[in-house]
């Protein structure tokens, strides 16, 4: 990435090659929720973003309380289908430096097993992060989906990449980037939030519950959610995250 000053205010110019179509419809469609502040896009083709330049600021209270609050707002704009791309964006997108299918379903379970959880431990098994008998675990755990998954929720529209990382504290609230956006079921925004930390996390979530109350027992459902980032990173950079990943699936057995 660099930056450029153009005439009317600096902008950041990133390369990403094949991500960048699916990068640039998931921020305008997060952004047409006019939910929660989202980086603007200037410009893109095949290979690059231009993205308007966000001022950090410190994280503060109140910040994290209405990022809690546009977060719950985002997510109830909701979204076609499990599975669904952003208008105008690929089926075969990208989450980090991981391919991401957006296939669709209409039971959550199900698509969130053989479309979030299960192609990555095949690609993990391929690559020698997973054995054979770790792989079973998995297996195992989304047969239990169905049963713990918690009541029937509609497809949320979620960022799905919501790591700290790509949460800019700004004056008086957030701005998101670099989102994997598509429809999914909304816990799994808040699970990937409390597996790589957030600046005064308990307050998003209580502003959050306050404005869409959250379904009993979600914090028991964490675990199963934070299996998707979880093994997109043992896909990524290996055995150093296959231990947390097994620890989650066997929670849920």
């Known amino acids: 990435m660099a930056e450029a000053e153009l005439a009317d205010g600096w902008v950041v110019v990133k390369h990403a090659p094949g991500s ?3 990068e640039a419809a998931g921020l305008r469609w997060l952004a047409s929720a006019d939910a929660v502040s989202v980086v603007g896009v200037r410009g893109f083709d095949e290979e690059w973003l231009v993205l308007d330049r966000i001022a950090p600021s410190p994280a503060t209270v109140a910040a994290a309380r209405s990022f809690g609050l546009g977060l719950a707002r985002l997510h109830s704009a909701g979204a076609p289908a499990f599975g669904s791309p952003p208008p105008g964006g690929p089926v075969e997108a990208w989450i980090g430096l991981a391919p991401m299918s957006n296939v669709t379903g209409a039971e959550w379970p199900r698509w969130y097993a053989e479309q979030r959880v299960l192609p990555y431990v095949r690609q993990a098994v391929d690559s ?11 297996g195992r755990a989304c047969s239990r989906f169905p049963s713990v998954a918690g009541p029937a929720e509609p497809p949320a529209r979620l960022h799905g990449d919501l790591w700290n ?13 670099d989102p994997a956006a598509h429809g999914g079921h909304r816990e799994t925004d ?19 519950d306050e404005a869409t109350p959250l379904a009993a027992g979600w914090r028991s459902r964490v675990p199963m959610h934070q299996l998707f980032p979880l093994l997109v990173h043992t896909v990524l950079f ?13 929670e849920l057995l």
């Open 20 to 22: 960048a179509v699916a």
């Open 238 to 250: 290996g055995r150093s995250y296959a231990a947390q990943a097994l620890a989650a699936a066997r």
């Open 128 to 138: 020698g992060a997973l054995d054979a008998a770790e792989a079973r675990v998995f």
């Open 190 to 208: 808040l699970a990937m939030l409390h597996l790589f930390g957030c600046p005064h996390l308990a307050e998003v979530i209580a502003a959050y």
């Open 165 to 177: 990382g790509n949460v800019l504290w700004t004056s008086g609230s957030v701005c998101l980037i």
